[in-house]
């Protein structure tokens, strides 16, 4: 069938690339980096995705030469595309000294059927360590930015194109407008692919692969497992169905309640609820580490679900496990070819893999995207609430608990105070690492502090400023307290207690009520809130381990990339005011870092 193949060159996007090609109508596949020329001149065209790596990498991921000198049809190059391109054409790529994550503007130099109804200047998402310097012979520049001379080039003669930014994401403002050129006015495809019949489809796969065994379908009452649990009960008869719901102990106040109301309202059947809270208190006692963490819970769900499942099924191995893993769960896994782990989600730790190769795992979604699953849901007949949730993740309240071994001071930091200081701010950088994602490069990097009156326009400036030019911060936050000293902010040691679980139940508690009495939750994707060992020794309690709560409201359409959504600081102000009642809580902070640099979640 004709349509467009994606390359994999290991890219955080490279999925979003085939998704917003399929949105337009197109089909497209995924097609590992090294495809032959013979595969590809089934295509209309060929997009080169972007990549971690750098291209004067000995293993970095190529393609071959051929796609470009012999394919004959219009090839694409995205970020580490472009540079793939430009190395094997005789260009020149060097690693940049100022690395450029996040909004840029574009200027378009010369006119091009690439750009057609594109405006000379507009918004587009950049993410990468490596530029372009000098092109092949032959091509020419289109377009730049402030910090990037080559942002799209052209071989125009053999419809050779690169560019690089990000077209797929929302953030670049005509992003769709141009792979919309390059797919139909360069590579000329057709608007065939409907996907309408996708629910039947899913249907019968599911029956396929459960193949008459029983499946056990593991659901957190999150909008992924709902709606394949849902497509499940459609699928299969209900004693071939049972659902399994393990209440960790780090979910969100009254969540296991509401989510039992919930099963019992859409009449899903045969859910069985496994409170195994101690044990997994027990399992993280001393983790620190992020991954850690997430490579202790993910296998702890599979070891009592295989207990429940061996305790009721006797030795007989006639089953299969169901998870609603989603798309973006594996490919910040790691899962895909080329692709780094940026973090190990709790359904793709390798006891998984091993059910995966005795054909024992059951994902009907897994090559979907959230905002799809959604569509799904509704077209299933779920009740709007339920799918319209905000995304929770699996490893719940222990990755928003951040935990430390060490007693340190926050850090003056001359040129990040500088930065802040020309909007009339202050900042400093507080000794605690959190996980972000930068070129398609996982990070784990210190946080940033900044204090002060501003705007929310100002905050998001200077958050750019600070984690483009200063490579040892992914994240920053902004102090909702005007009393702040950076010289008593101190980070100290704590683990995953109960006590400090409880204390983030009740600050997310009020988070989440003062949003919802401001009618706001629907603007936002997800409102994480986080507990990071920080006090703040000048205030109330000067000797006390103090905390610091991170309120992390986002907005996103699959959760591959974010904005820190842009609530009003009266409101954030009173919810800080609120939370600073809770015994333990000293400070309260608003994080206004995007995806990238940093991730939605800390760790
Ligand atoms: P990050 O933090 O990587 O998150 O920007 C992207 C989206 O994924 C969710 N997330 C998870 N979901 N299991 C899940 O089911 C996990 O281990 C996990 N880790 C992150 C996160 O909440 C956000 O919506």
Redesign the pocket.
Known sequence: MPGIAVLDLGGQYCHLIARRVRDLGVFSDILPSDTEVETLRHFDGVILSGGPGSVSEPDAPRVPQTVLTDLGKPVLGICYGQQLITDLLGGTVIREHVREYGLASLSIIEPDLLFQDVPSDSMAWMSHGDTVTSLPRGFRRLAKTETCDFAAVADVDKRIYGIQFHPEVTHTQHGMAILSNFVFHICHAQPTWNPASLKDKLIEQIRATAAGRKVYFLV?G?V?SNVAYALCAQALPPDQLEGLYVDTGFMRKNESEQLRLAFERIGLPNIRIIDDSQRFLDAMQDAIDPEEK?QR??PLFIEIQQELVSAMENENHNWVLGQ???Y??TI??GGTAGAEV???????VPMIAELAAQNRLLEPLQEFY?DEVRALGQALGLPPDLVNR??????GLA?RTLCSDRHAKAMPHGGIDGICREFGLHGCVLPLKS?G?QGDNRSYKNVAMISGVAVLETLSQVSTRITNGYKDVNRVVYCLDAAIDFKALRVHDALLTSERLDVLREADAIAHQLLHAHGLEHQL??F?VVLIPVSHGAGRRSESKGETVILRPVY?VD??T?EFAKLPLPLLREMARAICQLPTIDLVCFDVSN?PP??????
């Open positions: 957190s999150g992924d997430r819970i993910g609603g893993t989603i973006p769960d910040e896994s940026i973090k190990t989600h709790h359904n793709r959230k905000h995304p929770f993740p699996g490893p990755i996980v994602v994707w997800q994480p996103s959760g591959m974010a995806k940093a991730t939605i979640e800390w760790e």
